[in-house]
């Protein structure tokens, strides 16, 4: 498997900026870029990442015991399955993410870590995902998934049709299961030097506002507090000051 160091890729920036180990020189470049251009990006990210781990707790405790994450990201402690494993055993775990990176070190994580996967594909294809063997291996769309869609659909441009994925994604799912979303917005400070970054990495930032990221909910019954800044679901401490200018939406819906 080939790894591109050439370029700044998203997983690696993501993982720079949240103090990870796995990135190289011009993803931390990147990462500086995007600090300077936004001086909460670190913040921001780390909200995005606290937002997912209390989502995912909602879910398991809810009672929804499979989760499907598609844009994982490289591994960072405590991941998904383990914040799920960690309330209640069995929790199945499938793992989605376009770069080699993110699979390469995800399957040394998960070896031997119970009913989890992790799979090499694209948002792009939902239709590959839903049927991916590793994917079925561990998820049964019969019964409830907490589809995970956090922070990677603003790698998709309006051209290649997000909402029509979320919708054939949506579509797959059970009564009962959760969609768990994030997305990155420039409602709350002016953010197109951190999209200028994003020119020279591997995938384009597309800012998107309320009602645009709303629309990702179709279908889904919102639960409290709706669609938020990541830093006000259901906060479990005071968010630090400067995050209202944070630059990401996050919300949680069920399918009824
Ligand atoms: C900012 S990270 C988010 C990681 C994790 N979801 C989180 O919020 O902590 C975005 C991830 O989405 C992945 N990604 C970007 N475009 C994608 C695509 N078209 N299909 C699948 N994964 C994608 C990147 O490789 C990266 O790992």
Redesign the pocket.
């Given at each position: 498997m080939r790894i591109d160091t050439s370029k700044p890729?998203?997983?690696r920036i993501?993982d720079y900026l949240l103090g990870g180990k796995d990135h190289y020189p011009v993803d931390q470049e990147a990462g500086e870029a995007l600090a300077a251009a936004a001086p909460e990006a670190r913040m921001g990210v780390r909200a995005?990442?606290d937002f997912?781990h209390r989502a995912v707790r909602h879910a398991v405790q809810s009672g929804v015991r499979q989760i499907l994450?598609?844009?994982?990201?490289?591994p960072?402690s405590p991941n998904v399955h383990e914040i799920a494993q960690d309330l209640t055993g069995g929790v199945r775990v499938a793992y989605?993410?376009?770069?080699p990176i993110?699979k390469a070190h995800g399957d040394a994580l998960l070896r031997g870590e119970g009913p989890t996967s992790i799979v090499l594909a694209?948002?792009?294809e939902p239709r590959g995902i839903l049927d991916h063997p590793d994917v079925r291996r561990v998820i049964d769309f019969a019964e409830p998934v907490a589809l995970?869609l956090?922070?990677?659909l603003h790698?998709?441009t309006d051209a290649e049709r997000p909402e029509r994925i979320v919708a054939e994604l949506r579509d797959a799912l059970a009564p009962g299961s959760m969609l768990i979303l994030?997305h990155a917005t420039g409602d709350f400070a002016d953010r197109r030097d951190a999209q200028a970054v994003y020119g020279q990495a591997t995938?384009t930032l597309n800012l998107r506002p309320r009602a645009r990221v709303e629309a990702f909910l179709d279908g889904f019954t919102l639960v409290d507090p709706g669609l938020v800044q990541c830093p006000d679901w259901r906060p479990d401490t005071t968010p630090p000051a400067g995050s209202e200018r944070i630059g990401f939406y996050g919300a949680v819906g069920r399918k009824d």
């Open positions: 890729h998203p997983a993501y995005n990442r997912l994450d598609i844009g994982a990201g490289l960072t989605v993410d376009n770069d993110v694209d948002v792009r995970c956090v922070a990677v790698f998709l994030s995938a």
